[in-house]
């Protein structure tokens, strides 16, 4: 009779162990092995427009922490981590003149440059398996007082990209005192909230380390 509770007790284990293979483990290792090869890509964008686009392992990093801070649930966070290295494949599709003019954009050309998000979210909608991130990408330069209801992914997305750019060229205080000021208008106020708080709790080093462009460590 012992022996046959520890062949039932065995073979429960085996179901479990099975189970959280196949749910646990598996889609991690699967997300993981998508990011690594959409990482390698996102880093061929970056060099091609010498680091204005394509920045992805910073962002990453910090969208992750703030994705966390604001409880979005697990798949909503994986979504938002390949939203990163997607958000500018669109700009494949540009003029490489364009993507790296020095000079101000005339509006066509902003016009142009402005489609990348709508085109990448449509290569996006093409990859097996990440069509649910393809709305994250077209949004990813979200306004909040146009799109006040788009995922809060987006939001995190669209604030982060810029505080990063802003932080890049000028510093990582007028980076934040931009975001402030965008409170309610260009930016979700939860959003930026969580940022902040975030940010806080980094040391110098680590927001400095946020701001170098992966381009310009080669």
């Not at 970056?46 to 910090?62: I, N």
């Not at 020095?102 to 979210?121: D, F, K, M, V």
């Not at 005192?177 to 979700?188: A, E, I, M, P």
Request: net charge positive; aromatic share 8%; with cysteine.
């Amino acid at each position: 009779m012992e022996g046959g509770w520890w062949s039932v007790w065995t073979a429960i284990g085996s179901l479990l162990a099975l189970a959280y293979y196949a749910f646990v483990v598996a889609p991690a290792r699967l997300h993981r092995w998508r990011c690594e090869g959409l990482q390698a890509f996102a880093r061929l964008i970056e060099l091609r427009t010498q680091g204005r686009y394509g920045r992805s392992e910073p962002l990453a990093a910090l969208a992750h922490a703030v994705a966390l801070r604001m409880g979005l649930p697990l798949h909503e966070r994986r979504r938002l981590e390949l939203a990163v290295y997607l958000r500018d494949i669109g700009t494949v599709a540009l003029p490489y003149a364009l993507l790296n003019k020095s000079t101000a954009l005339t509006p066509a050309e902003r016009t142009l440059l402005n489609r990348h998000a709508e085109i990448g979210a449509s290569i996006t909608e093409q990859i097996p398996g990440l069509w649910r991130v393809a709305p994250i990408v077209r949004l990813h330069h979200v306004v909040y007082s146009e799109h006040p209801d788009a995922p809060l992914s987006a939001h995190i997305l669209s604030a982060l990209d810029d505080w990063l750019r802003i932080a890049e060229s000028t510093d990582a205080d007028t980076a934040t005192s931009v975001l402030k000021q965008g409170v309610g208008t260009r930016y979700h106020p939860m959003v930026v909230q969580a940022i902040l708080s975030e940010l806080r709790q980094r040391s110098l080093g680590d927001v400095r380390a946020l701001t170098r462009s992966a381009a310009l460590w080669l």
